[in-house]
């Protein structure tokens, strides 16, 4: 089937959906909020604050990296459409910036990272101008951003006030219970083990908050590329330190993580791919993966079984 074919019918399909939509929203008189999100975690959080009271969009899909990603025409639309935007900031969407520049003048375009206190931010650099934008890896933390996203949406929609405040309350408690599980799972792995070594550098906040050292390839974001450099110096640390295993990342290409376990085999230490972390996007759709909360588990789960 040709891709001009595939894509007329994907149109078509939304134009029958949106229809139904429509016919359900006016028999309810229902008029709702649109909310942007740019990631999928920021789209999770938004869901779970604003339940069905309003109509929440993620611009990112599963396995998109955010570093690199452009915003499309589509998504322009979506964009223009909303009555609110949010975004994770940090340059985390560091292409998409002008373009989150400009709408700002004519709406709110609000970034999750403004919610989080400058204590909790990650420094890269001794000057303290270059900050770690992974904020979602650490559940207490990302907390504090879901927290003040409610607030501007209770501000945006001021008629679902109260039921926008119950369903936050709802989803922090599930963050905590979240935080402390992911806590005690990292806990029962060997401290000698306690290593995560991943494709790129997205994992330091959940080190930091579970107490697991973390490496990865690639810097902080997947714009620059790994160097043979890198390679040797992990080859050496895992063979030392007899690492069982390293992850791949769902959103990040897998070569570089292949070279470490070429290498280390050369070295006679087998190491193996552990399994695939979701790193800066969640899961399908429809899969508990495919949720924030879910995301999370899994890659505490994968981490677990191969480094225990
Ligand atoms: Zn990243």
Redesign the pocket.
């Known amino acids: 089937m040709g891709k001009g074919i595939t894509i007329g019918i994907m149109i078509l399909a939304v134009l029958i959906l949106g229809c139904e939509d429509k016919k359900e929203n006016d028999s309810n008189k229902k008029i709702k909020i649109v909310i942007v999100g740019t990631t999928g975690m920021i789209a999770d959080a938004i869901g779970n604050i604003a339940g069905d009271k309003a109509e929440v969009q993620a611009l990112m899909g599963p396995g998109v990296d955010?570093?690199l990603y452009k915003v499309t025409q589509g998504d322009l639309e979506k964009l223009q459409n909303a009555d609110l935007i949010f975004y994770n900031g940090l340059h985390l969407e560091g292409k998409m910036s002008e373009v989150l520049e400009k709408l700002s003048s004519k709406k709110k375009v609000i970034a999750f990272s403004d919610g989080i206190s400058m204590n909790n931010i990650r420094m890269l650099d001794a000057g303290g101008t270059v900050h770690d934008p992974?904020i979602w890896f650490n559940v207490a933390i990302w907390k504090e951003a879901v927290l003040y996203a409610s607030k501007e949406v209770q501000k945006a929609d001021s008629v679902n006030e109260e039921l926008y405040k119950t369903n936050t309350l709802k989803f922090s408690n599930q963050l905590d219970s979240l935080d402390n599980w992911v806590k005690a799972e990292i806990a029962t792995i060997p401290e000698q083990s306690r290593l995560l070594i991943t494709a790129?550098d997205?994992f330091g906040y959940f080190g930091e908050a579970y107490k697991m050292e973390v490496k990865g390839l690639q810097g902080i974001?997947?714009v620059s590329d790994y160097g043979l450099n890198d390679v040797t110096t992990l080859v050496n640390i895992i063979t030392s330190r007899k690492i069982k295993a390293i992850f791949i990342e769902s959103s990040v290409s897998d070569k570089s993580i292949k070279a470490v376990v070429e290498g280390c085999q050369a070295k006679g230490h087998k190491v193996v791919i552990g399994g695939t972390l979701y790193?800066?996007a969640m899961g399908q759709a429809g899969t508990h993966e495919g949720t924030y909360i879910g995301m999370v588990k899994a890659n505490v789960n994968t981490i677990t079984k191969a480094l225990k």
Do not use: I, V
Request: negative net charge; hydrophobic residues 10%.
């Open positions: 955010p570093h992974h790129h997205a974001s997947t790193s800066d």
